[in-house]
């Protein structure tokens, strides 16, 4: 098992590639990086729109996944804008999904 840091030494690419190639380390590092803003995110949601903030986080997490082994770096986006977007409209489909009443909300965070 290799021992990574988050650091200036592991760039995102980096570890995007490593975790695709079957490195469970990478994909813990990335996942670990970036769910406090999969966090932040569900939260925005659940106080404008009274949805479980788990449920909603536990979907973004998937996003993030979803978006590790997604990710095309030869399109010159930014891991970390590319796992927004992927997260995001990962949650977004969850809430159009749960009750007709949220659409309003919904339509708010994509106009």
Same mark, same amino acid.
């Given at each position: 098992?290799?021992?990574?840091?988050?650091?200036?030494?592991?760039?995102?690419?980096e570890?995007v590639?490593?975790a695709?190639?079957?490195?469970?380390?990478?994909?813990?590092?990335?996942?670990?990086?970036?769910?406090?803003?999969?966090?932040?995110?569900?939260n925005?949601?659940?106080?404008?729109c009274?949805?479980d903030?788990?449920?909603?986080?536990?979907?973004? #997490?998937?996003g993030? $996944?979803? &978006?590790?082994? =997604?990710?095309?770096?030869?399109?010159?986006?930014?891991?970390?804008?590319?796992?927004?977007?992927?997260?995001?409209?990962?949650?977004?489909?969850?809430?159009?999904?749960?009750?007709?009443? #949220?659409?309003?909300? $919904?339509? &708010?965070?994509? =106009?």
């Amino acid at each position: 098992m290799s021992s990574y840091s988050i650091g200036k030494e592991h760039n995102d690419n980096e570890l995007v590639f490593r975790a695709k190639a079957g490195d469970s380390v990478a994909l813990s590092l990335l996942i670990e990086k970036y769910s406090g803003y999969v966090l932040k995110k569900a939260n925005s949601f659940k106080n404008l729109c009274g949805i479980d903030t788990e449920d909603l986080y536990q979907e973004g #997490i998937i996003g993030l $996944v979803s &978006s590790i082994y =997604s990710f095309d770096e030869t399109y010159g986006t930014k891991f970390s804008t590319y796992s927004a977007t992927v997260y995001t409209r990962k949650m977004l489909s969850v809430l159009r999904k749960s009750t007709n009443d #949220i659409s309003n909300c $919904v339509d &708010s965070f994509t =106009s």
